[in-house]
């Protein structure tokens, strides 16, 4: 369900103009990242975040993934540590800095 939101939304975000997503966008990419990368679908989570045509909406709303990303490289011991580096290391190099 949550990978299903995640596509779906991500979808929807493509055919916006860049910087446009409304906060309901940033709440479901939040959510159902957040929910994949804790119930252990990061290799999908990786293929969606590394897919060029969703580069702009990395960029906008990526640094909201880190939190779990954060948990999941704390536990060493995860069978999913190597997806969710990439993630972590592809999230620092594309996303911008947050405004606060």
Not at 70 to 91: G, R, T
Request: include cysteine.
């Amino acid at each position: 369900m949550a990978l299903e939101q995640l596509s779906d939304v991500v979808q929807r975000c493509q055919a916006l103009p860049d910087d446009s997503y409304t906060s309901e966008d940033h709440d479901v990419f939040t959510i159902s990242g957040r929910t994949c990368i804790e119930e252990g679908d990061s290799a999908q989570v990786l293929s969606i975040v590394l897919d060029e045509k969703n580069q702009e909406i990395v960029r906008c709303m990526g640094w909201n993934l880190l939190p779990p990303l954060i948990q999941v490289l704390m536990n060493k011991d995860s069978e999913k540590l190597s997806q969710c580096l990439a993630i972590f290391n592809h999230l620092l190099q594309t996303c911008r800095p947050k405004d606060f």
